[in-house]
């Protein structure tokens, strides 16, 4: 089973969205609380891809409004990107986690997971359309490009792809998050950099 077998007839974001929230085309479906689904204008000409949603998406059922989604929303405002008029959504779309104490810890989604949830990210980009396409990290860039991709290898290149028009990756935000503080704001200025490549494809 993959959410392939939960897609709706008629392929809109309302009909996604709502056909998305009862999807059990993997196991994650019990692991997380909700769905969380893509959010943005339909119209968009740019789509970004995460990861999976993290512990406050699980909650508020929005994706990237925890941290990374601070990091992502300071990085795009200072490459001159407005969040609301792009779209922004998950390779995966439950939140993956593993008890350590009271605090629910991040997994990185696998291979099957992954597979299992891409029609849902296809479904996203055959409806919006975007002529730009950027993928934050491994997994959104593996998820779409293969899994030999590496993104230190070719951040911020325009990609050979036909995906859209312009396809490009970059970094997580997360790993700026994870980093060393000290490297904080070299990571943050290259993430920025990279998404100002992008601004100007806008
Ligand atoms: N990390 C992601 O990849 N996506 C989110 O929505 C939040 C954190
Ligand atoms: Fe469906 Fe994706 Fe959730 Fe798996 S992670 S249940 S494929 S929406």
Same mark, same amino acid.
């Given at each position: ?9 008629? *392929? ?15 196991? @994650?479906?019990? !692991? ?5 689904? #893509? %959010?943005?204008?339909?119209?968009? +000409?740019? !789509? ?7 512990? &406050? ?11 990374? #989604? ?21 390779? =995966?779309?439950?939140?993956?986690? &593993? ?7 991040? &997994?990185?989604?696998?291979?099957? %997971? ?20 950027? @993928? ?7 998820? @779409?490009? #293969?899994?030999?991709?590496? !993104?230190? &290898?070719?951040?911020? %290149?325009?990609? %050979? +792809? ?8 970059? !970094?997580?935000? +997360? ?16 993430? =920025? +950099?990279?998404?100002?490549? =992008?601004?100007?494809? *806008?």
């Amino acid at each position: 089973m993959t959410a392939a077998d939960f897609l709706p007839e008629r *392929l809109t974001l309302p009909a996604l969205r709502e056909a998305a929230a009862g999807c059990r085309g993997c196991h @994650l479906w019990q !692991v997380g609380t909700q769905t969380v689904f #893509g %959010e943005g204008a339909a119209g968009a +000409s740019a !789509v970004f891809v995460g990861e999976q949603p993290g512990d &406050q998406e699980d909650r508020a059922g929005k994706p990237f409004v925890g941290p990374a #989604g601070r990091v992502f929303d300071e990085a795009l405002d200072a490459a001159g990107i407005d969040r609301t008029s792009v779209y922004v959504t998950n390779a =995966v779309k439950h939140f993956k986690w &593993q008890a350590r104490g009271k605090r629910r810890i991040h &997994q990185k989604p696998n291979w099957t %997971e992954m597979t299992a949830c891409r029609p849902w990210l296809e479904a996203e980009l055959a409806v919006v359309k975007p002529r730009v396409l950027v @993928l934050l990290g491994a997994t959104a860039a593996q998820s @779409l490009l #293969g899994r030999q991709f590496r !993104v230190t &290898q070719h951040r911020g %290149e325009l990609l %050979e +792809s036909d995906l859209a028009e312009a396809v490009t990756a970059t !970094v997580h935000p +997360s790993s700026i998050l994870r980093g060393e503080p000290s490297d904080r704001e070299a990571n943050l200025a290259a993430f =920025v +950099s990279d998404l100002t490549v =992008v601004a100007k494809l *806008l």
